[in-house]
T-cell receptor, first 114, second 110 residues
């Protein structure tokens, strides 16, 4: 199994541009998550999904959108990029919620907005 | 979710046991203790979790005090590859979110 894969690895955006960060998992997990990590800080949850067609906001959802049309894919959309969105983005998946199930993380996408 | 307190940094000699403490004095009865680590800028890696009992797997052991207000992650024979930031996270069964603090930066020294 490849686990959780993310593309691209790196990206530089200009202010106001848009992009989609891709995330795919091959473990047939129902739950998927997007986190961001600013320098020297812990991860913060942006959005999560408990199954295809179901998404919900996390701690820091402003400026982002998600969709979940399949079990495998959970893309994160940035509209009108701002310098405050410069961060490392991690996608994760799990079989169940945090009540006893571990989350598997992808390698991350490093995004710079200038 | 209960808040956790960890020391910001620790050193450990290579080959020795690394004992990483975590305080979670406000933990409630249905909340789990999770440990993850992050090596350099990679994605976090799951290590172990527990509810009430001590747990052991191929990577580490988790010791939870009887009152559940603190726990210790033990890496039995630390190697240089164990140098990482270690996160102790307390979360309930009804939550989807892992709340990452700043963790403990463990440096394994040759």
């Amino acid at each position: 199994n490849a686990g959780v894969t993310q593309t691209p690895k790196f990206r530089i955006l200009k202010i106001g541009q848009s992009m989609t960060l891709q995330c795919t998992q091959d473990m047939n997990h129902n739950y998927m998550y997007w986190y961001r990590q600013d320098p020297g800080m812990g991860l913060k949850l942006i959005y999560y999904s408990v199954g295809a067609g179901i998404t919900d906001k996390g701690e820091v959802p402003n400026g982002y959108n998600v969709s979940r049309s399949t079990t495998e894919d959970f893309p994160l959309r940035l509209e009108l990029a701002a310098p405050s969105q410069t961060s490392v983005y991690f996608c994760a998946s799990s079989y169940g919620g945090t009540g006893g199930y571990e989350q598997y993380f992808g390698p991350g996408t490093r995004l710079t907005v200038t | 979710d209960a808040k956790t307190t960890q020391p910001p940094s620790m050193d450990c000699a290579e080959g020795r046991a690394a004992n990483l403490p975590c305080n979670h004095s406000t933990i409630s009865g249905n909340e789990y203790v999770y440990w993850y680590r992050q090596i350099h800028s990679q994605g976090p890696q799951y290590i172990i979790h527990g509810l009430k009992n001590n747990e052991t797997n191929e990577m580490a052991s988790l010791i939870i005090t009887e009152d559940r207000k603190s726990s210790t992650l033990i890496l039995p024979h630390a190697t240089l590859r164990d140098t990482a930031v270690y996160y102790c996270i307390v979360t309930g069964a009804g939550s989807y979110q892992l709340t990452f603090g700043k963790g403990t930066k463990l440096s394994v020294i040759p």
